[in-house]
């Protein structure tokens, strides 16, 4: 098979007396949401060109419990997360890279207090540390001169002050990087943080997501980037609801430099 993506796991790698140089934490939404799922083959496409040695948990990774904390169960939450950094520990990983900000924020600024201290970097760090590093290269080609907007994740953005990775890897593409009104320190949420991306939301005169959509509409763009796979979701709803799919695309950061490198 062609389109067969090589994904070694922790266990495999550690019996065989292997360590990687980082560990991908897939994330539930990255594992089991078939949306998502297309963001976590393009990331491990470009792992694999760049020829970075990484593993995956698979069946021993769980849930971070970043939901159960964020809607208030924190028992739940300690259980899941004392569960993951005992197997990160045996494993003795160093560093983390992960394509949710939920996962992100919640081992990078959680974890260390139950035992679990880690470098956890975002896949838009870790894409620009490879592109400085001249691991991977990116040219422009399929989104030259296309106008793309991008949504601030607010636990990548406001919760951890990442801004600058994500427009450098699209400008990279030598695409037309346009902003929001509300952007950066003043981004607003997808409306699916704090858990309510699994509920529906309360009654008021205005979807949280369709708000965010129509502030991306205004800037007129080809593509609404993202960065989050929760994001990613609730921006695909607002522009199906506003019925401009046909014309708008909604994709991830990792999406779009795989396309761009024909991965």
């Not at 900000?101 to 896949?123: A, Q, R, S």
């Amino acid at each position: 098979m062609a389109d067969t993506i090589k994904v070694p796991t922790m266990a495999e790698m550690y019996a065989a007396g292997e360590n990687p140089e980082v560990l991908f934490w897939v994330g539930c939404a990255g594992s089991f949401d078939d949306r998502a799922k297309k963001i976590t083959k393009a990331f491990v496409k470009i792992l694999n060109k760049a020829n970075i040695s990484f593993a995956v948990l698979g069946t021993e990774e769980s849930c971070t419990g970043d939901p159960a904390k964020r809607a208030g169960n924190e028992f739940l939450f300690q259980m899941q997360a004392v569960t993951n950094i005992e197997v990160l520990n045996a494993y003795e990983i160093k560093k983390i890279v992960t394509t949710c900000p939920h996962c992100f924020n919640t081992i990078k600024n959680e974890y260390p207090g139950l035992g679990g201290t880690y470098e956890v970097v975002h896949h838009t760090q870790f894409l620009k540390e490879l592109l400085k590093e001249g691991r991977i290269t990116v040219e422009g080609g399929t989104f030259k001169g296309k106008r793309i907007t991008f949504h601030d994740p607010c636990y990548l953005g406001r919760a951890n002050g990442v801004y600058e990775a994500p427009r450098e890897l699209i400008r990279k593409l030598d695409a037309e990087l346009i902003e929001m009104k509300n952007c950066k320190q003043r981004g607003l949420c997808c409306g699916a943080g704090g858990a309510r991306m699994f509920k529906e939301p309360e009654k008021g005169d205005k979807d949280v997501n369709i708000e965010r959509t129509e502030q991306a509409l205004e800037t007129t763009p080809d593509i609404i980037a993202a960065g989050c796979p929760f994001c990613n979701t609730m921006m695909t709803d607002g522009v199906k609801n506003k019925e401009r799919e046909d014309s708008i695309k909604v994709l991830d950061i990792a999406e779009l430099i795989a396309t761009a490198e024909d991965l």
